[in-house]
């Protein structure tokens, strides 16, 4: 079982940056992928960056935002950078054993999720 926290979300203009982190409980932090998923009001949730051994990005944030993880620390962040109001959203951390995806559905824990408002 794992539980994950997110914390950093909040409302910023466009063009600033945010840094999103999610702790991970357990002691094996190491045997997960981990996600960023987003879902904006009236959306479906949509991946957004994923890291195991590399790391992927949806087309929208590529080059903005990256992801990054300290195995030493359980935590894996996302560094946004040059937002955008159409990134407004809760993202939510999430984790799975095994190889990274960006399938929604492969991941089986999920945080409660953290409010991203970009104004224009």
């Known amino acids: 079982q794992v539980q994950l926290v997110e914390s950093g979300g909040g409302l910023v203009q466009a063009g600033d940056s945010l840094r999103l982190s999610c702790v991970a409980s357990?002691?094996?932090?190491?045997?997960?992928?981990m996600g960023w998923f987003r879902q904006a009001p009236g959306k479906e949730r949509e991946f957004v960056a994923s890291?195991?051994?590399?790391?992927y990005y949806a087309e929208p944030v590529k080059g903005r935002f990256t992801i990054s993880r300290d195995n030493a620390k359980n935590t894996v962040d996302l560094q946004m950078n040059s937002l955008k109001p159409e990134d407004t959203a809760v993202y939510y951390c999430?984790?799975?054993?095994?190889?990274?995806?960006?399938?929604?559905?492969?991941?089986?824990?999920w945080g409660q999720g953290t409010q991203v408002t970009v104004s224009s």
């Open positions: 999430a984790a799975r054993r095994g190889l990274s995806t960006s399938r929604l559905y492969e991941f089986d824990y």
């Open positions: 357990g002691r094996t932090f190491t045997s997960y992928s």
């Open positions: 890291i195991s051994w590399s790391t």
